[in-house]
């Protein structure tokens, strides 16, 4: 949550940095070569931030596997009727 909200205002700032590089005169391009490296640094960081969340849903099985060993036969019930509803209308 930490990491997703930290990117979301680079990119905020990227956009406005952006903005702030177009409008200058023709010929002050240090505003774009700024924005160039702002930019790298967002697929950067995107790029680490995506591949954490891409290998923890690789993982998810495991990791509900586990849950699902420690949850009381109760629990475990309770889910499987929560998740083996069938409405009316396509029942045999």
Same mark, same amino acid.
């Given at each position: 949550?930490? *990491?997703?909200?930290?990117?979301? /205002? $680079?990119?905020?700032?990227? =956009?406005?940095?952006? /903005? $702030?590089?177009?409008?200058?005169?023709?010929? %002050?391009?240090?505003?774009?070569? /700024?924005? @160039?490296?702002?930019?790298?640094?967002?697929?950067?960081?995107?790029?680490?931030?995506?591949? =954490?969340?891409?290998?923890?849903?690789?993982?998810?099985?495991? @990791? =509900?596997?586990?849950?699902?060993? *420690? *949850?009381?036969?109760?629990?475990?019930?309770?889910?499987? @009727?929560? %998740?083996?509803?069938?409405?009316?209308? =396509?029942?045999?």
């Amino acid at each position: 949550m930490t *990491a997703g909200t930290i990117l979301g /205002i $680079a990119l905020l700032v990227t =956009f406005v940095l952006s /903005i $702030a590089a177009i409008v200058q005169r023709n010929h %002050v391009t240090i505003g774009l070569v /700024i924005l @160039n490296y702002a930019l790298l640094i967002d697929a950067i960081g995107i790029l680490v931030i995506g591949t =954490f969340i891409w290998m923890f849903t690789l993982k998810e099985r495991a @990791n =509900f596997h586990v849950l699902w060993l *420690a *949850a009381s036969p109760a629990s475990r019930i309770t889910i499987q @009727n929560q %998740v083996s509803y069938v409405p009316e209308r =396509f029942a045999i």
